[in-house]
């Protein structure tokens, strides 16, 4: 015959082990979040191919609309550009008519939470300098893209340099 105190400790233990199983099978039973990497790492080179487009167009608010409100610029050169109003200086000084810009992507990364990703890649510019000769230069490129809170991709960091040397300091006269 089993006591009072025994049963009621029976039953606690009971309810705790179902209760136990109850969190278990739910947790199981709980799906990671789609893998979305494939399709955004799709949509970010297709976005990406668009703005080297806008840029090869001299679209300036173009260009610009691809950055997020705060995102940084650091041109080389130049200090670092944040916010659209010194991004979109920066870029009103490299698009005209006399200049051709575009780049590539070669490599897209999304992180596995699908809200952040980078990108790699190789840019050409070409321009007229104040004499009328034609400058040409070609290096590599990396962007940092963030998903915004209504779903879009946004730059929110870009840096670019010249795989060109530098050019030997003019000797004083």
Not at 43 to 64: C, H, I, M, P
Not at 141 to 152: F, I, M, R, T
Request: hydrophobic share 40%; charged share 20%.
């Amino acid at each position: 015959m089993t006591s009072c105190c025994e049963s009621r400790q029976a039953s606690k233990l009971a309810f705790w082990g179902c209760l136990a199983l109850l969190g278990l099978a739910s947790a199981c039973g709980q799906q990671a979040p789609p893998d979305t990497r494939a399709a955004d790492e799709s949509a970010l080179r297709a976005l990406d191919a668009q703005w080297s487009k806008a840029a090869a167009a001299n679209d300036l608010e173009g260009t610009v609309s691809y950055y997020s409100d705060d995102a940084s610029l650091l041109a080389p050169n130049a200090p670092i550009a944040t916010g659209k109003q010194a991004i979109r200086a920066v870029w009103a000084s490299l698009l005209g008519p006399d200049v051709s810009v575009s780049w590539q992507v070669s490599k897209v990364e999304v992180s596995r939470s699908g809200d952040m990703a980078y990108v790699m890649g190789v840019y050409g510019l070409t321009m007229k300098d104040p004499q009328g000769k034609l400058e040409t230069d070609h290096g590599k490129l990396l962007e940092v893209w963030k998903k915004q809170a209504d779903g879009n991709w946004k730059t929110v960091a870009d840096i670019f340099n010249s795989d060109l040397p530098l050019a030997p300091p003019e000797k004083k006269k």
